[in-house]
């Protein structure tokens, strides 16, 4: 598993698909949820994007914005619009609040000039937030990159009413997702993360494959270096040249957040189980590296987070 893979496990559209209509100005839509990413995409038209901080975005034929939550943001016809914001959110999907199957609940005449599709993230685990934590606060990608094939698909499935097209949509909508944060990182504003630039390296991604492939493994650097196929010593200052910090930190980081995610997924899993999962025969050995990297025991990060997803589902 590549480091970029193993991020986006997490990030999954479920029935996401908000909304695909055809507008005709005037329209204000406000995506009020604050949902952890959100991905925007004209499939024709324009229309200007209103995020709650930061500056107006410009909106042509086949771009893509993706919004970080918890922001919500505003799409219009024009900065200076008549139209009064329409309050759009998940629940407009849905046919008891005003929506039909791919309409999220605005005037839609159907003669406009825009369509919009709009698809929201849930992101679980502390796994995704890496991935999170790597991207800004709104992302624009302009049209005529690899994401445009996905958007003749997502189009013409848009159009239909078949049997399974919510499961093809969602599919759809990750794969744009996918191919417009590889295009993102790729270009001169994209500032990637360390650990994008390093997975390209032949040396240095062969040794982070090795460690989200398998981290429970007794790993050293000899034998990362070994899997690399170059010296110990070469392994341990191109990885801490790119990555920023050395093998057995990063293993020690990943394997903590590898666990983050098992205390809270896996509630009859106990502490020694997650343990022995990232690759800790001690639990106290474990305990102790776990309270060093995230400040608290395990035991008392699962109180914390299992009441806070408690009360968030009951929200």
């Not at 390296?201 to 429970?216: Q, S």
């Amino acid at each position: 598993m590549d480091v970029f893979g193993d991020l986006c496990r997490g990030v999954r559209a479920h029935g996401s698909l908000f909304g695909s209509s055809q507008l005709s100005p005037p329209w204000a839509l406000q995506f009020v949820d604050g949902a952890p990413l959100t991905l925007c995409t004209v499939l024709d038209g324009q229309g200007w994007l209103l995020p709650e901080h930061g500056a107006p975005v410009q909106m042509r034929d086949r771009d893509t914005v993706v919004v970080k939550g918890p922001d919500t943001f505003t799409f219009v016809d024009d900065l200076a619009t008549t139209a009064e914001p329409i309050a759009c959110g998940e629940m407009c999907a849905k046919p008891e609040y005003g929506g039909t199957r791919h309409r999220i609940g605005w005037t839609d005449s159907g003669s406009g000039e825009t369509t919009l599709v709009v698809g929201a993230y849930p992101v679980r685990g502390e796994i995704s937030r890496r991935l999170l934590d790597a991207l800004p606060a709104v992302l624009h990608l302009a049209g005529g990159g690899d994401g445009d094939a996905v958007l003749d698909h997502l189009a013409a499935e848009a159009a239909l009413d078949i049997p399974g097209q919510q499961v093809v949509l969602d599919r759809l909508l990750d794969w744009m997702l996918v191919c417009t944060l590889r295009t993102w990182f790729d270009s001169p504003e994209g500032h990637p993360p360390t650990w994008w630039t390093a997975q390209r390296d032949p040396v240095v991604g062969d040794a982070l494959r090795l460690l989200h492939t398998d981290p429970a493994a007794s790993w050293t650097v000899s034998s990362l270096a070994a899997g690399a196929g170059v010296s110990r010593s070469t392994l341990a200052k191109r990885f801490n040249d790119l990555v920023g910090e050395p093998p057995l930190t990063y293993l020690t980081k990943w394997r903590m957040t590898v666990a983050m995610d098992l205390l809270i997924e896996q509630e009859t899993a106990t502490v020694s189980e997650v343990a022995r999962a990232v690759g800790y025969a001690d639990p106290f050995t474990f305990s102790a590296a776990f309270k060093r990297v995230r400040g608290m025991s395990p035991s008392e990060f699962r109180r914390i987070n299992t009441a806070a997803v408690l009360t968030a589902g009951q929200g």
